[in-house]
C-alpha cells in the first residue's frame, strides 16, 4: 500500500479530532478540509416552499444532551419558528444502547424526520433496506446549497444503488480509535508512553493497584472490548464497516483475501489476555450491563477508549489532569464520506421541511453555533484571533452533543483549550496514513442478509463474553465461537463479499 504524502499545510488547517465510533464516534474531524463551494451536477435551484402550516420536527441522536440543551434548543426553535414555521424536538438513542436501539427505531416506523446517519451505524445496509428516504430530488428543491457543498468523491461514497439516502458532513480526517488516559496517573505511576495494548495493561494494572476507587478502563456495554483495537493494531480493516462483524482485509495484503477474524493467527492468544486482564479486574465484571458513558469525565475511570473529540473534550474540562491520547491502529485512513452524515427515514412526517432545517444547519452559522457551541455569550466567545473559547464546559461543551452530522469545515473553530501537543497527534496520525482502496466499497448484504442477521447475534452472544475474559477456557470458547459462526453461513457471506470486493477492485483499477 502506498503512504499517503503528509502536506505541511494539512497541520495549519483546522483538525477537529473525531466515532462510531468516532463515533463517533460517534464523531470524528477534519483534516483536509475540501471545497465547500464546490458544486455538483445534480444540484438545482430552490423553490418555494409552503410552510403555511406549523409544523415538529422529531429528530434522533446518537449519546446523551448538554445540561443546557433544552435552553439551547428553545433557541433554535424561536428562529426556527420565524423562519420555517416549524420547531424541532430532538431524541437521544444513549451510547450504551445505539447498537440495539437505532435498528429497532428505524423499523418501528415511528414518523422520524432527521436522524444521524453512520458508517458505524450501518448506514449502506439500512439505506438498502429502504430504511431512508432517496433525497437526490427533494434536495435540489429545498437543500440545494447543501447538495452544492457535497464534493463528487463524497457524492460518490454517500450514494447506494444510484440514490442519494443521505446529506455527508464534508468533513475529513485521519482518525483513531485510541487510548485516552489521566497523565497525571501516568507521571505518578512512572509510565512515559503508550504504544500498544500492552502498555496500555500496564496502565491498567497500575490503576488496580494504585487507585482501586477508579475503574481501569472505564468500558460500557457497547464498547465491546478491544477486538477492534486488536485488529486495527495488526493492520485489519473492517471491509464490511458494519458493527459486529469480524469479517477483515489486511492492508498489508496486496490479494485483498477477505477473513473471518476469529480464524486469524494470533486471535487465541489475544482472547488469553483477555481473560487474564478479566481476572485481574481491569474492568468491572458488570461490564455489559454498564451504561455510564460519562465514567471518565465525571472522574470515575482511569480512560478511555474512544477518539480525538473524546480526548480534546476531557483535557478542555480537566486540564489539571493532562489528559493524553495514544493512537492505536498501525494504519489510519481519511475518514469515509459516510463517517458523519444527516439522514431523512422512509418514516419522515416532514422531509421537505427536515430537508429546510437541515440546509440551515449546514449553511447558516446561525444555526450551525448554537447546536455545536451553544449560545454566544454564555456557553463561548470568539476571540480576536478567530477561535473559540469555551466558558460553560458543565453547561454545553463544544461539539459535544452530535453535530456531527451537520458539521461544517467552513463554520468550525479551533478550542483555545485545546490539548497543547494537539499538532503533534496531529502529524503521528496523518504519518500512518494510507490511500484507503476500499473507501467507495458499499457491499450488498441482500444475498446474505438472514446469513449476516444470524452472524451478528453470535458475535454479540459468544464474541463479547471472550473480549471481558467471562469464558473459563477461552481457547474452548474460541472454538465454540468459530463453530457457531460457520453454521451462522460466515463462509456464504464471505464467498459473496470477496465476489463484490473482486469486482469492485476490477472496476477501479
Not at 493494531?233 to 492492508?251: D, R
Not at 461543551?397 to 451537520?406: H, L, R, V
Not at 442478509?449 to 471481558?468: R, S, T
Request: proline share 4%; net charge negative; with cysteine.
Amino acid at each position: 500500500m502506498r503512504k499517503a504524502k503528509v502536506l505541511t499545510l494539512l497541520l495549519s488547517m483546522a483538525l477537529i479530532m473525531g466515532l462510531v465510533l468516532t463515533g463517533c464516534g460517534g464523531a470524528e474531524s477534519n483534516e483536509s478540509t475540501g471545497n465547500t463551494n464546490s458544486t455538483n451536477e445534480n444540484t438545482g435551484n430552490a423553490v418555494a416552499a409552503d410552510i403555511s402550516k406549523k409544523v415538529e420536527l422529531n429528530m434522533y441522536l446518537i449519546g446523551s444532551p448538554a445540561k443546557d440543551y433544552d435552553m439551547v434548543l428553545a433557541e433554535v426553535n424561536k428562529k426556527l419558528e420565524k423562519d420555517l414555521n416549524a420547531t424541532v424536538k430532538v431524541n437521544w438513542v444513549g451510547w450504551a444502547d445505539f447498537g440495539t436501539q437505532y435498528p429497532l427505531l428505524l423499523a418501528s416506523g415511528e414518523p422520524i424526520d432527521l436522524i444521524y446517519a453512520s458508517t458505524w451505524t450501518n448506514f449502506y445496509s439500512n439505506a438498502r433496506k429502504g430504511a431512508f428516504l432517496a433525497i437526490e430530488d427533494l434536495a435540489k428543491q429545498y437543500a440545494p446549497k447543501s447538495l452544492a457543498q457535497i464534493t463528487p468523491d463524497a457524492y460518490k461514497q454517500t450514494e447506494v444503488d444510484g440514490h442519494l439516502y443521505a446529506m455527508p458532513a464534508q468533513f475529513y480526517q485521519y482518525g483513531d480509535m485510541g487510548y485516552i488516559v489521566r497523565g497525571d496517573l501516568m507521571d505518578k505511576y512512572g509510565l512515559k508512553t503508550i504504544e500498544n495494548l500492552d502498555d496500555y495493561g500496564k496502565y491498567l494494572d497500575a490503576v488496580v493497584k494504585n487507585d482501586s476507587a477508579l475503574d481501569p478502563s472505564g468500558q460500557i456495554s457497547s464498547s465491546g472490548g478491544l477486538e477492534s483495537y486488536y485488529a486495527n493494531a495488526n493492520g485489519f480493516y473492517n471491509i464490511l464497516a458494519t458493527q459486529y462483524s469480524p469479517f477483515m482485509v489486511s492492508m498489508d495484503d496486496a490479494s485483498a483475501k477477505i477473513f473471518n477474524l476469529y480464524e486469524a493467527d494470533g486471535i487465541s492468544d489475544y482472547y488469553k489476555k483477555m481473560k487474564e486482564w478479566g481476572d485481574k479486574n481491569y474492568w468491572s465484571k458488570s461490564i455489559l450491563s454498564n451504561k455510564d458513558d460519562k465514567m471518565f469525565e465525571n472522574g470515575k475511570a482511569a480512560s478511555n477508549l474512544h477518539n480525538q473529540d473524546s480526548w480534546k473534550g476531557a483535557y478542555m474540562k480537566h486540564p489539571d489532569w493532562d489528559v493524553r491520547f495514544f493512537p492505536n491502529s498501525k494504519y489510519t485512513y481519511k475518514t469515509s464520506a459516510m463517517q458523519d452524515g444527516m439522514a431523512i427515514p422512509a418514516s419522515a412526517a416532514n422531509p421537505e421541511r427536515a430537508l429546510m432545517f437541515l440546509e440551515l444547519l449546514r449553511t447558516d452559522q446561525s444555526y450551525y453555533n448554537l447546536l455545536t457551541y451553544g449560545i454566544e455569550g454564555k456557553h463561548y466567545e470568539i476571540t480576536a484571533d478567530n477561535k473559540l473559547k469555551a466558558l460553560d464546559l458543565d453547561g454545553f461543551a463544544p461539539e459535544g452533543y452530535c453535530s456531527w452530522g451537520f458539521k461544517s469545515p467552513e463554520f468550525y473553530k479551533e478550542p483555545v483549550d485545546s490539548p497543547p501537543n494537539i499538532d503533534e497527534v496531529r502529524k503521528q496520525l496523518a504519518d500512518r496514513a494510507l490511500d484507503n482502496p476500499y473507501a467507495l466499497f458499499t457491499p450488498d448484504f441482500e444475498p446474505v442478509k438472514n446469513e449476516m442477521a444470524a452472524v451478528n447475534n453470535v458475535v454479540q452472544q459468544y464474541a463479547l463474553p471472550l473480549n471481558y475474559g467471562y469464558i473459563k477456557d477461552p481457547e474452548e470458547g474460541l472454538k465454540t465461537l468459530v463453530d457457531k459462526i460457520k453454521n451462522a453461513g460466515s463462509d456464504k457471506i464471505m464467498a459473496e463479499m470477496q465476489k463484490q470486493l473482486d469486482a469492485f477492485l476490477a472496476a477501479n483499477k
